[in-house]
């Protein structure tokens, strides 16, 4: 039976690569443009495969199975 265990344990890896781009972003002029654009990436790309996972964990429409008559 699925869980919503991959949920977190992916939250966790997307906590700690933000924090390592908050940190290990190299100093200059673009700083805070190149943090900030790799943090919502990773947030973005987090919401996205969040969203697709849920969907197909609980989907809102229940498969149907299609009965084919043979005659």
């Not at 690569?17 to 790799?38: D, E």
């Not at 947030?43 to 229940?62: D, E, F, G, S």
Request: contains cysteine; positive net charge.
């Amino acid at each position: 039976m699925p869980t919503i265990l991959p949920i977190f344990f992916i939250l966790a890896i997307v906590a700690g690569l933000m924090t390592c781009a908050a940190l290990f972003t190299p100093k200059g002029p673009n700083q805070v443009v190149i943090r900030t654009a790799v943090m919502l990436t990773l947030a973005a790309c987090y919401l996205l495969w969040m969203v697709t996972y849920l969907a197909q964990l609980h989907p809102l429409i229940v498969p149907t199975r299609s009965v084919n008559k043979v005659e």
